[in-house]
C-alpha cells in the first residue's frame, strides 16, 4: 500500500513565527488531506488537496502530485495552532474507497 | 461541521468481555470507516463500508468485526477485548469513494 511520511516530527516555535510541515507519499494518490488533531484530540480538516494550492487564512497548502509530495505553511503562528498535523492519502490504484493511510504526524508547539 | 456522532465517548472494560461502538451519520453517506489510534502509529485502517450490508477490512482488521444494517449506522465490535485493543477509534465518512473523509469525535476505550 501507499506509504506516508511526515517531517519533522516535532517543532517548538515562537508565537508570530512562520512554519513548513512536509509530507511524501510513495504512490500517486487519488486524495490527500491536512488535519489538525487539537489537544481534546478532535480531527479538523484543514485541507483537501490532491493536487495544486489553497489557502485558508494563515494556512496554505500545496501538493505537487507528480513529485509525490506535499506542504502546508502555517503563518503568524498563535498558541491555538498547536497539536499534531496529519497527512493522510489514498492511492489512485485503490480506487479511494478503502480509506486513508495516515503518516505519524508533526507535533507542533506553539509557545507565546 | 460533518454530522458525525460516536458512542460511547469513553469506555472502560475487563479482559474477554464484548464491546460494541456505535458511529451514526446524519449526512447519508455511502463510506463509513473505522481507525484506531495509537501513540507512535497515527491512525490505521480497521474496517470500513462501501454501502448497507456491504464491508471490507482494513490494515488492522485481527479481532475487530463491524455491520452496517443502515446507511446512518456503523458498528464496530471487539468480540473479546484484550489489552491490544486500548485506543481511540474514530469514525470516518465519505459521500462518495472519492473526496474528503470527515472524522467523528472519537471513542477512548481502556481494556483492564
Known amino acids: 500500500g501507499i506509504q506516508v511520511e511526515q517531517s519533522p516530527p516535532d517543532l517548538i516555535l515562537q508565537e508570530g513565527a512562520n512554519s513548513t510541515l512536509r509530507c511524501n507519499f510513495s504512490?500517486?494518490?487519488?486524495?490527500l488531506q491536512w488535519f489538525h488533531q487539537n489537544p481534546w484530540g478532535q480531527l479538523i480538516n484543514l485541507f483537501y488537496?490532491?493536487?495544486g494550492t489553497k489557502q485558508n487564512g494563515r494556512l496554505s497548502a500545496t501538493t505537487v502530485a507528480t513529485e509525490r509530495y506535499s506542504l502546508l505553511y502555517i503563518s503568524s503562528s498563535q498558541t491555538t495552532d498547536s497539536g499534531v498535523y496529519f497527512c493522510?492519502?489514498?492511492?489512485?490504484?485503490?480506487?479511494?474507497?478503502?480509506?486513508?493511510?495516515f503518516g505519524k504526524g508533526t507535533h507542533l508547539i506553539i509557545q507565546p | 461541521d460533518a454530522g458525525i456522532t460516536q458512542s460511547p465517548r469513553h469506555k472502560v472494560t475487563e479482559t474477554g468481555t464484548p464491546v460494541t461502538l456505535r458511529c451514526h451519520q446524519t449526512?447519508?453517506?455511502?463510506?463509513m470507516y473505522w481507525y484506531r489510534q495509537d501513540p507512535g502509529h497515527g491512525l490505521r485502517l480497521i474496517h470500513y463500508?462501501?454501502?448497507?450490508?456491504?464491508?471490507d477490512k482494513g490494515e488492522v482488521s485481527d479481532g475487530y468485526s463491524v455491520s452496517r444494517s443502515k446507511t446512518e449506522d456503523f458498528l464496530l465490535t471487539l468480540e473479546s477485548a484484550t489489552s491490544s485493543q486500548t485506543s481511540v477509534y474514530f469514525c470516518?465518512?465519505?459521500?462518495?469513494?472519492?473526496?474528503?473523509?470527515?472524522f467523528g469525535p472519537g471513542t477512548r476505550l481502556t481494556v483492564t
Open positions: 470516518a465518512i465519505r459521500e462518495t469513494g472519492l473526496g474528503e473523509q470527515y
Open positions: 504512490d500517486s494518490v487519488n486524495n
Open positions: 488537496i490532491p493536487s
Open positions: 493522510a492519502a489514498d492511492s489512485l490504484t485503490g480506487g479511494g474507497a478503502d480509506g486513508l493511510t
Open positions: 449526512e447519508n453517506h455511502r463510506y
Open positions: 463500508s462501501y454501502g448497507v450490508k456491504d464491508t
